[in-house]
Nanobody, 132 residues
Framework: QVRLVESGGGSVQPGGSLRLSCAVSGSAYSARCMGWFRQAPEKEREAVATIYSDTIHGRPAHGRYADSAKGRLIISLDKATNTVYLQLNSLNPEDTATYYC????????????????????WGQGTQVTVSS
């Protein structure tokens, strides 16, 4: 069992930044992929970024991003503390949503799934509100 606890959400003005954290505990070794998803009111939950949990040739894996996130959001993984981060930059009102951390026990080599149905473990979510 993998337990996930998010933190770091809040309210910010357009153009601002936030850093979300996800503390991973339990059977963290079984989480081959980590992901951040978000769900806005009356919308489907969508993938924002995913990252392979292991190193590739001794180096941390690169994240995979939704088109809306490229260049603004950065996912990273601190294996020493079992924490996954999502740095949110240049935020706009369309980024307002509840953000969820998720873990998947599968990967396709070093490629992570994108479909939320393939992520078995979820945190409780943290709210991000972007408004002026």
């Amino acid at each position: 069992q993998v337990r996930l606890v998010e933190s770091g959400g809040g309210s910010v003005q357009p153009g601002g930044s936030l850093r979300l954290s996800c503390a991973v505990s339990g059977s963290a070794y079984s989480a081959r992929c980590m992901g951040w998803f978000r769900q806005a009111p009356e919308k489907e939950r969508e993938a924002v970024a995913t990252i392979y949990s292991d190193t590739i040739h001794g180096r941390p894996a690169h994240g995979r991003y939704a088109d809306s996130a490229k260049g603004r959001l950065i996912i990273s993984l601190d294996k020493a503390t079992n924490t996954v981060y999502l740095q949110l930059n240049s935020l706009n009102p369309e980024d307002t949503a509840t953000y969820y951390c998720a873990a998947a026990s599968i990967s396709y080599g070093s490629i992570c799934p994108w479909d939320r149905k393939l992520f078995q473990y979820w945190g409780q979510g943290t709210q991000v509100t972007v408004s002026s």
